[in-house]
């Protein structure tokens, strides 16, 4: 009998989560789902609303109110109806959706419509706490690590891409301090599953490391053969 796969990879920013997660579900046939896009999309919403940081009740509020559409190819994101794509991919909104994502009452919301969207099939979510928490019993669980180093300078050249001035600098400093508050926090902190596999992708393509994840899920999953799409 088929049944439904779930694929957690967790991990700081830029260790390449987005890139391998959107490669593996479009091989695997399975749903993408970007989990920071929503943390993302809720800190916007909050941004433009003028709710203040600290807030709680009002941002848990606006995680459960918010309608968070996530399209894989092109993958797109939207609130409420509005494309936010780009919108939600600044340094601001990054920063900001590290302290929304702090807050026990919108990671209960957001981890209710996460757990929902993968309800009826087989998924590849991405984020911090996908294999500790939204789904501790995920089928294989990866943990995508790299220098910070590394790191920044991905996030850089997709900064880069998308014409925004900044320094490497900036980014380092940026994502270390975004990592630290997403390591430290009291509720559902980046930490490695105790069941997760530790992969390092400093060194390696994308395609070594989709084709190191593939073996894995293969090994792990009836020969890759019987699962529902
Ligand atoms: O993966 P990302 O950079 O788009 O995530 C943005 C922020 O959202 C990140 O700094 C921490 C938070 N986040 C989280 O707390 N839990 C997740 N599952 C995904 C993201």
Redesign the pocket.
């Known amino acids: 009998m088929k049944r439904r796969i779930v694929i957690a990879i967790?991990g700081p920013?830029g260790a390449g989560?987005?890139t391998i997660a959107r490669r593996l579900a479009a091989k695997l046939k399975f749903l993408y789902i970007?989990?920071?896009?929503?943390?993302?999309a809720v800190a916007l919403w909050a941004s433009r609303q003028g709710a203040g940081l600290s807030d709680m009740l009002a941002l848990e509020q606006l995680a459960r109110a918010s309608e968070i559409g996530l399209s894989s190819d092109p993958t797109t994101v939207s609130l409420n109806g509005e494309d936010i794509t780009d919108a939600i991919r600044t340094p601001e909104i990054?920063q900001a959706?590290?302290k929304v994502?702090?807050i026990p009452g919108v990671?209960r919301a957001l981890v209710d419509k996460?757990r929902e969207m993968a309800e009826n099939s087989s998924v590849v979510m991405?984020?911090?706490?996908?294999g500790t928490v939204?789904f501790p019993a995920a089928d294989v669980k990866i943990f995508l690590d790299a220098d910070p180093e590394v790191r920044a300078a991905r996030r850089l050249r997709d900064l880069e891409e998308k014409a925004a001035a900044v320094s490497k600098e900036e980014v380092l400093r940026d994502l270390n301090e975004?990592d630290r508050?997403?390591r430290t926090r009291a509720e559902?902190p980046?930490m490695q599953a105790p069941d997760a596999l530790y992969l390092d992708s400093s060194g390696l393509s994308i395609e070594e490391v989709e084709t190191a994840i593939l073996k894995i899920i293969r090994s792990r999953i009836s020969n890759g053969k019987e699962f529902e799409r």
């Open positions: 967790d920013g989560k987005s970007d989990s920071g896009a929503m943390y993302r990054a959706a590290s994502s702090a990671r996460q991405e984020g911090r706490d996908i939204v975004r508050r997403d559902s980046l």
